[in-house]
């Protein structure tokens, strides 16, 4: 078996190759019936004729004679290839089987049967791929090869999509975290300050406050963000658990954000009286947890289920802007349009709630969003709901315009308003661009001046104001960038109840607001500069009200593993609003410097040390709540009456983490 495989092998190339025929021997007639094949074999070179003219059929094959024959058809072969990855014709194959049956008939006496040359076929499809392979390996076209493995890859691609992977990741943080550190002598005025929108940026906790009338001057808060604030004396640690699966293409993460461990007691400031000092989690000496959220997703679409962080329903802010929140999310696209649809509510057992859903069709250069909004606010008993359209659109290259029309109602307070506002984008160049916007927010918006609805927006003002911005942005090279910014808000409102300016009449001043930006980066260095002056803050030409801030910040790669930064921050103003505590003449400068060291791949040491110092009046505006005993026994420490209060607190807060 193996000397006829050898044999069809060489044969097969000879066959597959000659086109045409040799010529013939005076003892093979052409009508002798291995006339054809004999002639294929002397047109290839492999056999040839005796000197006297004959072939000499009858004569048994040497082995020499056997070795030239195979010498030749090998020198064959590699001119041959290209034609060999086509395959076997039919008129091959038959011309091969009537080569071996020639050989087979002279040199072993014995006939070809048809079993024999039904396994001929067999051998000779079977080498047709074998060589197939080998033409590979020699540098043949094989494109008939490729292109099966291409088909034979897709049909495997295509089952591993259909395959369902059942794929589960955990993965997780654990950080303790240690702070020190000192309000100073004057608590208040430094919680204040740290309080503001140009240093932490976050709300202190203050209790619902009525006038004599029982009129609501401020709702409260639910504590605002007492656990933001640094405390005086503090050491826990916080368990990070994110959960990854993968069912059928359907992605699923699961995050616990965070589970709170105290250690000790919290040592602080008790702001307002508040349950909590400022700094405490909140957990006592009992684990609890804080957040937890799964996000489900396939494709283009995401459900969001849990706590949502700094969760703000729409770019505008006309309707909910909050930083802790909880509900559900869907995103994703549904009939051809882009769908958001949500419902939430504020934390801690709160029963206010929002819904709506938005809807966005793109047409190209332009996209055109439905939005319908409702909140059902249980805690003024009061429902409110938002109707608008927005557009934008690309008119250029350069120019992106948007727009949008807003329609508010209140149910009970039977009020209805509207809210417009236009903005445009345009790129000059690579190097210069421009934006400018107009708002305007009707009188009686989500309840206007004479009716409180605790909607949770986020505007420039609660209502009744235009507003107008215009910006441009200069990039002067590769390391260096400048920003300007101006702003004007009309906008009348109560004057600001401070001492000597009570019944005086509405404010009629225009809040005009300066900025100027300036990003650079120098060498490793990351800078970044402004400086914003304000005018007329609160509006009013009955007491000064101007204010003016400056920040510098800077952050270096030390090395890999260690990232150091700082920022200063520089303010002064004349009269100051926090949360319904009025000041006056508050100036401070808040600098912080962090140390971000990487030990392994899965322990980090982060350090920050914070320092606010400067001085403000505090004012009385409070008389009529004020609690001497609290004040006594140490839970409010607010100057009442005019006085000069210092601004002076220090922290240091320093964890580790590691990662899993």
Same mark, same amino acid.
């Given at each position: 078996?193996?000397?006829?495989? $050898?044999?069809?092998?060489?044969?097969?190339?000879?066959?597959?190759?000659? =086109?045409?025929?040799?010529?013939?021997?005076?003892?093979?007639?052409?009508?002798?019936? %291995?006339?054809?094949? $004999?002639?294929?074999?002397?047109?290839?070179?492999?056999? *040839?004729?005796? =000197?006297?003219?004959?072939?000499?059929?009858?004569?048994?094959?040497?082995?020499? !004679?056997?070795?030239?024959?195979?010498?030749?058809?090998?020198?064959?072969?590699?001119?041959?290839?290209?034609?060999?990855? @086509?395959?076997?014709?039919?008129?091959?194959?038959?011309?091969?089987?009537?080569?071996?049956?020639?050989?087979?008939?002279?040199?072993?006496?014995?006939?070809?049967?048809?079993? @024999?040359?039904?396994?001929?076929?067999? $051998?000779?499809?079977?080498?047709?791929?074998?060589?197939?392979?080998?033409?590979?390996?020699?540098?043949?076209?094989? &494109?008939?090869?490729?292109?099966?493995?291409?088909?034979?890859?897709?049909?495997?691609?295509?089952?591993?999509?259909?395959?369902?992977?059942?794929?589960? !990741?955990?993965?997780?943080?654990?950080?303790?975290?240690?702070?020190?550190?000192?309000?100073?002598?004057?608590?208040?005025?430094?919680?204040?300050?740290?309080?503001?929108?140009?240093?932490?940026?976050?709300?202190?906790?203050?209790?619902?406050?009525?006038?004599?009338?029982?009129?609501?001057?401020?709702?409260?808060?639910?504590?605002?963000?007492?656990?933001?604030?640094?405390?005086?004396?503090?050491?826990?640690? *916080?368990?990070?658990?994110?959960?990854?699966?993968? /069912? %059928?293409?359907?992605?699923?993460?699961?995050?616990?954000?965070?589970?709170?461990?105290?250690?000790?007691?919290?040592?602080?400031?008790?702001?307002?009286?508040?349950?909590?000092?400022?700094?405490?989690?909140?957990?006592?000496?009992?684990?609890?947890?804080?957040?937890?959220?799964?996000?489900?997703?396939?494709?283009?679409?995401?459900?969001?289920?849990?706590?949502?962080?700094?969760?703000?329903?729409?770019?505008?802010?006309?309707?909910?802007?909050?930083?802790?929140?909880?509900?559900?999310?869907?995103?994703? =696209?549904?009939?051809?349009?882009?769908?958001?649809?949500?419902?939430?509510?504020?934390?801690?057992?709160?029963? &206010?709630?929002?819904?709506?859903?938005?809807?966005?069709?793109?047409?190209?250069?332009?996209?055109?969003?439905?939005?319908?909004?409702?909140?059902?606010?249980?805690?003024?008993?009061?429902?409110?709901?938002?109707?608008?359209?927005?557009?934008?659109?690309?008119?250029?290259?350069?120019?992106?315009?948007?727009?949008?029309?807003?329609?508010?109602?209140?149910?009970?307070?039977?009020?209805?308003?509207?809210?417009?506002?236009?903005?445009?984008?345009?790129?000059?160049?690579?190097?210069?661009?421009?934006?400018?916007?107009? @708002?305007?927010?009707?009188?009686?918006?989500?309840?206007?001046?004479?009716?409180?609805?605790?909607? !949770?927006?986020?505007?420039?003002?609660?209502?009744?104001?235009?507003?107008?911005?215009?910006?441009?942005?200069?990039?002067?090279?590769?390391?260096?960038?400048?920003? +300007?910014?101006?702003?004007?808000?009309?906008?009348?409102?109560?004057?600001? =109840? /401070?001492?000597?300016?009570?019944?005086?009449?509405?404010?009629? *001043?225009?809040?005009? *607001?300066?900025?100027?930006?300036?990003?650079?980066?120098?060498?490793?260095?990351?800078?970044?500069?402004?400086?914003?002056?304000?005018?007329?803050?609160?509006?009013?030409?009955?007491?000064?009200?101007?204010?003016? /801030? /400056?920040?510098?910040?800077?952050?270096?790669?030390?090395? !890999?593993?260690?990232?150091?930064?700082?920022?200063?921050?520089?303010?002064?103003?004349?009269?100051?609003?926090?949360?319904?505590?009025?000041?006056?003449?508050?100036?401070?400068?808040?600098?912080?410097?962090?140390?971000?060291?990487?030990?392994? &791949?899965?322990?980090?040491?982060?350090?920050?040390?914070?320092?606010?110092?400067?001085?403000?009046?505090?004012?009385?505006?409070?008389?009529?709540?004020?609690?001497?005993?609290?004040?006594?026994?140490? +839970?409010?420490?607010?100057?009442?009456?005019?006085?000069?209060?210092?601004?002076?607190?220090?922290?240091?807060?320093?964890?580790?983490?590691?990662?899993?």
């Amino acid at each position: 078996m193996k000397r006829l495989t $050898i044999t069809i092998a060489l044969m097969l190339v000879v066959a597959l190759a000659m =086109p045409a025929f040799g010529a013939s021997f005076s003892d093979v007639p052409s009508d002798h019936w %291995s006339y054809n094949a $004999i002639n294929k074999l002397v047109a290839a070179g492999i056999v *040839e004729g005796y =000197p006297d003219g004959e072939f000499k059929g009858e004569q048994s094959m040497t082995r020499y !004679e056997m070795a030239v024959m195979v010498s030749r058809a090998l020198d064959n072969i590699v001119d041959e290839m290209e034609a060999m990855g @086509q395959g076997l014709t039919t008129g091959q194959a038959e011309d091969v089987t009537a080569i071996v049956k020639s050989l087979m008939e002279k040199n072993t006496n014995e006939t070809l049967s048809d079993a @024999q040359a039904e396994e001929v076929a067999d $051998i000779v499809d079977a080498l047709t791929f074998e060589l197939r392979s080998e033409l590979k390996v020699l540098g043949a076209d094989v &494109d008939a090869l490729g292109k099966d493995m291409d088909e034979l890859e897709a049909k495997v691609n295509a089952l591993e999509t259909d395959m369902p992977k059942d794929n589960i !990741e955990f993965s997780g943080k654990v950080t303790a975290v240690f702070q020190a550190g000192s309000y100073g002598d004057d608590k208040s005025a430094t919680a204040e300050a740290l309080a503001d929108g140009d240093a932490l940026d976050i709300d202190l906790p203050r209790a619902e406050r009525t006038d004599a009338n029982g009129n609501v001057l401020y709702p409260g808060n639910d504590g605002g963000d007492y656990d933001d604030f640094p405390a005086e004396q503090a050491f826990y640690q *916080e368990f990070d658990f994110v959960v990854n699966a993968e /069912v %059928s293409g359907i992605n699923l993460d699961f995050v616990v954000d965070t589970i709170t461990n105290g250690f000790t007691d919290y040592e602080g400031y008790r702001y307002d009286n508040y349950e909590y000092v400022l700094g405490d989690q909140g957990d006592g000496k009992d684990i609890m947890m804080d957040t937890g959220r799964l996000d489900i997703s396939k494709d283009n679409w995401m459900l969001k289920i849990g706590d949502m962080d700094d969760y703000d329903v729409d770019e505008n802010a006309y309707f909910f802007d909050v930083e802790d929140a909880e509900g559900v999310e869907f995103t994703g =696209p549904v009939y051809g349009l882009d769908l958001k649809a949500f419902a939430i509510g504020l934390d801690e057992g709160d029963e &206010d709630e929002y819904y709506g859903a938005a809807a966005t069709k793109d047409f190209g250069k332009t996209q055109v969003t439905g939005k319908v909004y409702q909140g059902s606010i249980d805690s003024e008993g009061e429902r409110v709901t938002d109707v608008a359209v927005a557009v934008q659109s690309a008119l250029t290259d350069a120019l992106t315009v948007t727009g949008e029309a807003v329609y508010n109602e209140l149910n009970e307070a039977d009020t209805d308003d509207s809210l417009f506002q236009i903005g445009a984008d345009y790129k000059l160049s690579d190097i210069w661009s421009f934006r400018g916007s107009y @708002q305007t927010v009707g009188d009686e918006f989500n309840g206007g001046e004479d009716y409180y609805t605790g909607v !949770e927006s986020d505007l420039e003002e609660d209502y009744d104001f235009d507003k107008y911005t215009l910006g441009t942005s200069y990039v002067v090279n590769d390391n260096n960038s400048l920003d +300007f910014d101006v702003m004007m808000v009309e906008h009348e409102a109560d004057q600001p =109840p /401070v001492q000597g300016l009570y019944n005086t009449g509405k404010t009629d *001043e225009d809040k005009m *607001e300066y900025t100027v930006g300036w990003n650079n980066v120098y060498g490793k260095f990351t800078n970044h500069f402004r400086v914003s002056y304000i005018e007329n803050d609160y509006y009013t030409d009955a007491i000064d009200d101007d204010a003016t /801030v /400056v920040e510098l910040g800077t952050e270096f790669p030390w090395t !890999e593993k260690t990232t150091v930064s700082a920022s200063v921050v520089n303010k002064q103003a004349d009269l100051y609003d926090n949360e319904g505590i009025w000041d006056k003449d508050m100036q401070y400068t808040y600098l912080t410097a962090g140390f971000d060291h990487k030990l392994t &791949d899965n322990v980090s040491w982060l350090t920050e040390v914070m320092y606010i110092t400067g001085d403000v009046e505090q004012l009385d505006n409070e008389a009529d709540d004020y609690d001497s005993a609290v004040d006594a026994a140490g +839970f409010s420490d607010r100057i009442i009456g005019e006085g000069d209060a210092d601004i002076d607190g220090s922290f240091i807060t320093t964890s580790l983490s590691i990662s899993f």
